[in-house]
């Protein structure tokens, strides 16, 4: 975090697609530790999601406290699901439509979500207990 | 001799084998959801009904369970004679951080909150693991919460994902605010019960859809 605000960081599904899962979540717990949000380009599956909080919660100590994360990946609806089985099955890949937040839970506070829309307040440094 | 020791022992095991084939294991319910959203409360009710003992303590200050409570050989029977041997497990609630901190502001001391936190953790870690072991679940939700969660949403897909059979639980219905309707809107693919736990509503409907369904 910078003196007076919260850096957010956006990385684009091409830069998450060329790392494996467990290279992704040692960047994005190394960015959030260092209390940026990162916007990610991708949709995650909720095997993904376990693992990000196991890993999240076996990295947790009196300086870190977890994580907050959002996803505006819905997956829900049936369209949904015959395309991720599609491309599972065809191309051997996630289908990854959507965003997913993620950010230290000391800096993201008050968050909504739906399915559709997802909003948190970014706390400054200042602010911070 | 040896050699008929030998059969002794095959003809041994062979017996075994039959026996744990056929025998009908206990079925493993867990009961999963976020910290304070009732877990404990709900299975010291159904543990009290059908063994006349609680099983978990139970507290405001969150992640009160930060280690698997197992009560086994629960045996529910319903009214037409159909019954059910059940593993109960109490899970600890899944949250996405724990901060030491929340427990200071519960009256916790500095040194006894980090030792919560730490514990709490590796509760977490081990509720997540059992996701893989469960042959049911009851997902239970505080009816006054938002109930559409990352944390929510991530332990239903899990369990979708490994077709393990869910119930929801709208929990805490006797609360001023509770609104069941926003569990079903956030889950519409799921049967959702409304309970309150603490006061046992609707616990002899919970009893006859487990019964229903598990059976």
Known sequence: ?129 | MSGVKTMIGRLKKLISDLFSSTEQDDISIGLYGPPNAGKSTLANQISKDLTGEEMSDVSEVPHETRAVEKKEQVTLEAEDGRTIDMNLLDMPGISTNVDFQDFTEHGLEEDESKDRAKEATKGIVEAIKYLDDVDACLVIFDSTEDPYTQVNVTIIGNLEAKDIPILILANKTDLEGADPSRVRDAFPQHPVLEVSAKEGENIDKLYEEIIERLS
């Open chain 1, 1 to 129: 975090m910078s003196d007076d605000g919260v850096t957010i960081e956006f990385l684009s599904r091409d830069k998450l697609s060329s790392h494996a899962l467990e290279d992704k979540l040692e960047l994005v717990i190394e960015k959030v530790k260092d209390d940026a949000v990162l916007v990610l380009e991708e949709g995650w599956t909720p095997e993904e999601k376990r693992t990000l909080i196991t890993n999240a919660m076996e990295q947790v100590d009196d300086d870190f406290p977890g994580i907050e994360f959002m996803g505006l990946d819905s997956g829900q609806t049936r369209l949904d699901k015959a395309r991720n089985l599609v491309y599972d099955k065809l191309f051997d890949e996630k289908a990854r439509r959507g965003l997913t937040i993620v950010g230290n839970s000391r800096v993201m506070e008050k968050i909504k979500e739906e399915r559709d829309a997802v909003s948190f307040l970014a706390k400054l440094e200042s602010e911070k207990e």
